[in-house]
């Protein structure tokens, strides 16, 4: 490795011996690509002709108010109904540099998959998804989705049958297979270099935001808020802002059913650091160190892990995070579709919550507030079990 | 002398290679794990590799897995698998053994100066401790706790391995190399392919003696696994499948696989 692939005292390349060379051509790979002018221009060509970017920040006119104002970034409008399409395109290029022919790829909710598989459709490679059977079920619109675009879906029936038993299992198949195959991980977490290249390729999220929120408002937001599974889309919104102080960093766990039981999914809030799925980070666990199962809503944010630069922002305190419950997080989505006609995923819908708690504060204190809020997703994916969740609410 | 030592140059004397024999601790419980180890010694295994069953094992495949899921939903915890040991090390005191786990389970055990997991293995008798999800990448710390409780630390070489990595594999390992026959997780193959480059590298550094894993399940993978250099093999998959397949049994239906296995590694005229 040329590098030591660590956020602070997180991260890492913890995995079988077999797969560093794997990880050491990527890492090669990555480098020598992010030096190269005709694969930075064959990826904005991409981004912008195919994938549609750069995407809108919109100002919310119902939510919020004058004083606190809270902003959209439109990553629901990427291509694929979610910021993952940036990201996959990128590795897709990479995959095909390395000469390889096959990629294959986990998915939660399916929107990584989709993004995979619109990739694997694009540059022609053979494509496998490793989906949870949990997954599978409460996610079937994505499933014909990537089945359509020519993908191969797998359904994983071990362990928690969710995204973590998907990973295992993707990396079982990476270690047979990376002669001629890619990982493509969704995420910022996994062995480096996954954590470090997936937030360069997501970096663009933010870049774009900065320079928006400055085109309105003339100055940087107080905060950038995003919800925080394996950490993805926050990883891409916080990267610009990092080095801006003055802008707080929130990422939003799902606490599910609630912080104090044992069904969420707040690694951060409720983890300990640990090794997993090839990085030293926060993981939810037993004593013993037996992985815990998690729990969301969302199938996005359903995992046990987290990237680990959030663990580093976390320790650090340069990055705040928070927990929204399923049901702020339901209330949020209903209220963002009802009021600007909207219909987030739910992924989404946890960052907008805490974007309405934090505004509804400041209106009451009288405080100017400006919120950049990342919409990560669409919410097509999530609308039968919307369905079934929000009538029961009535 | 450590153990390994004394059992590598005492086969040596006599042409053998060591039968290595894998299996879960705490499948299908606790006792009968207890009983399934004491038949592999009798059947004729030179040395034992244990697993400490993990929820989320990425280098192992369905069978060793699944006997992960069955120890785990038995109850059974690492405090179990370390006084399991330590009871096997009374009755058993020359036969080597070694832990083979992941990391997670290793750092939850907590560390203050070095990992706390390795002391814990050095009091219940174990020789060696293997990670699987350790490369020589990020194995300092492992390392130098296990040889702050005088445990050998087992390091994986893979076919693929770069030189200048399976030079530090040589050096900083200890007990045995334990070497992946082939890409891929665990698992019981009908045919293997042996690496014989790997194995005249590690001779060349001088690595402590290769062991070859994953695919091997034959008394032929054996007798090929020898004859390209390897000082022994592990056998783990196909053992932890003739245990979930005799639950009336498992202890008979490995003693006598043990000792169809241990045959193989005997010189040809002996055979």
Sequence with gaps: MLMRGRFGAYGGAYVPEILMPALEQLERAFLDAQEDPAFRAELEELLAKYAGRPTPLTRCRNLGSQRARIYLKREDLLHGGAHKTNQVLAQALLARRMGKTRIIAETGAGQHGVATALAGAQFGLETRIYMGAHDVERQQLNVFRMELMGAEVVPVESGSRTLKDAINEALRDWTASFADTHYLLGTVAGPHPFPLMVREYQRVIGREARAQILAEEKRLPDAAIACVGGGSNAMGLFADFVADEEVRLIGCEPAGRGLDGGEHGATLLRGRPGILHGAETYVLQDEDGQISESWSVSAGLDYPAVGPEHAFLKDSGRADYVGVTDQDALEAFALLARSEGIICAFESAHALAHALRLAAEADEQERELVLVVNLSGRGDKDMAQAQKLLGRMK | ?271
Excluded: W
Aim: net charge negative; glycine share 10%.
């Design chain 2, 1 to 271: 002398m450590s153990r390994y030592e004394r059992m590598f140059e005492r086969l040596r004397a006599r042409g053998e290679g060591a039968f290595g024999a894998f299996v879960m601790l705490g499948d299908p419980d606790l006792g009968t794990s207890a009983s399934i180890l004491d038949a592999l010694v009798g059947g004729g295994a030179d040395m034992l590799e244990v697993g400490i069953p993990f929820s989320d094992p990425v280098a192992d495949g369905p069978v060793i897995q699944a006997a992960a899921v069955r120890a785990l939903a038995g109850g059974v915890r690492p405090a179990h698998c370390f006084a399991l040991l330590a009871d096997f090390r009374e009755r058993h005191p020359e036969m080597p053994v070694g832990i083979l786990t992941y990391a997670n389970l290793v750092i939850a055990q907590g560390h203050d100066n070095s990992h706390r997991f390795y002391r814990l293995a050095a009091e219940a008798g174990v020789d060696s401790v293997l990670v699987a999800d350790v490369p020589l990448f990020e194995a300092a710390p492992f390392l130098a706790s296990a040889r702050a409780a005088g445990v050998a630390p087992v390091l994986i070489a893979a076919p693929n391995t770069p030189p200048e990595t399976l030079a530090g594999i040589a050096s900083e390992g200890a007990g045995y190399t334990y070497c992946v026959a082939r890409a891929g997780v665990t698992g019981a193959d009908e045919e293997v392919r042996f690496d014989a480059p790997l194995l005249k590298a590690l001779a060349a550094l001088g690595a402590p003696p290769p062991v070859l894993g994953f695919g091997i399940s034959k008394p032929r993978h054996v007798r090929l696994a020898l004859a390209a250099g390897a000082a022994g093999i592990i056998s783990g998959s196909a053992i932890v499948r003739l245990i979930a397949d005799n639950p009336s049994d498992p202890a008979a239906a490995v003693r006598a696989f043990a000792a169809e296995m241990k045959a193989a590694t005997l010189p040809a005229g002996a055979q």
